[in-house]
């Protein structure tokens, strides 16, 4: 299981929201290609870049910050969400040297879109589930809709998404404790893995993760508590790859 470090992009900087919250952010970094570095010097698999004013402007607004990451990393896997509506960009993130893009808002309000997506460009889309009170959020998290997350990762599995990002937002930012329980059902609902998120705070809850990850859980993305030390990253990583810390 891998342990993906979050770099949240706001007004150019690196920040952290508690619940989606754009009014309550936490700043960590002036700059996210310094976020980038450090993550990658520890050993990062894989990097989560979000364009938060991008996923409420619903156009990239923070792109050529992740392009220099891109071109800084060009051996790390990034996977990259908010703000995605469109196939101009997708095609200009993939063009960039991004591996994944998430479709998170398009691919509730228009599923077509999705499958579109994975036609035109195979092995390479995620959708990204936000779940409030069991329900999929959008608009950078400021609307809920009628759907089920599990109901919905069902249909984005049969257009051929490569992966579903699922986050509990009333947990995300907040170092309360991963939601395994809803992690875990979702992954046995799907056969396409499932990569965790929200509330991540310290060792014990990637344990916790671990214990279920044969249920098709392939990751679990962290942000505040390894910016605030609740969680070692190397540490985590290891626990996450079964690994003891002196074989990182």
């Known amino acids: ?44 698999k894989r990097l989560h870049l979000v364009d938060l004013d991008g ?37 200009a993130y993939l063009d960039a040297g991004v591996r994944y893009v998430i479709i998170g808002t398009q691919a509730v309000n228009d599923p077509a879109f999705v499958s579109d997506l994975c036609q035109q460009f195979p092995g390479h889309i995620i959708v990204g589930l936000d779940a409030k009170n069991g329900a999929v959020a959008t608009d950078g998290w400021v609307k809920t809709s009628d759907h089920k997350v599990i109901d919905m990762a069902k249909h984005f599995e049969a257009d051929g998404v490569v ?10 930012g907040m170092l309360s404790g991963v939601n395994v329980e809803a992690t875990a059902a979702l992954a046995k609902a799907i056969q396409i893995p499932v990569i965790a998120s929200g509330g991540i705070s310290d060792l014990e809850d990637i344990r916790r993760l671990v214990l279920v990850e044969n249920s098709g859980i392939e990751g679990v993305i962290t942000g505040r508590a390894i910016y605030e030390g609740t969680l070692d990253f190397r540490e985590g990583q290891a626990a996450a790859m079964g690994q003891s810390i002196d074989r990182i």
Request: proline share 5%; aromatic share 4%.
């Open 1 to 44: 299981m891998l342990l993906i470090p979050a770099i949240d992009i706001k007004e150019g900087r690196c920040v952290r929201l508690r619940r989606g919250d754009l009014s309550d952010e936490t700043l960590y970094d002036s700059d996210p290609t310094q976020a980038a570095a450090r993550w990658v010097s520890q050993g990062a």
């Open 163 to 172: 992966a579903i990002v699922y986050t509990d937002i009333d947990r995300d």
């Open 55 to 91: 996923a409420v402007a619903g156009r990239p607004v923070n792109a050529s910050i992740i392009q220099k990451i891109a071109n800084a990393y060009p051996d790390v896997p990034l996977q990259v969400g908010g703000g995605i509506r469109n196939v101009e960009t997708v095609k």
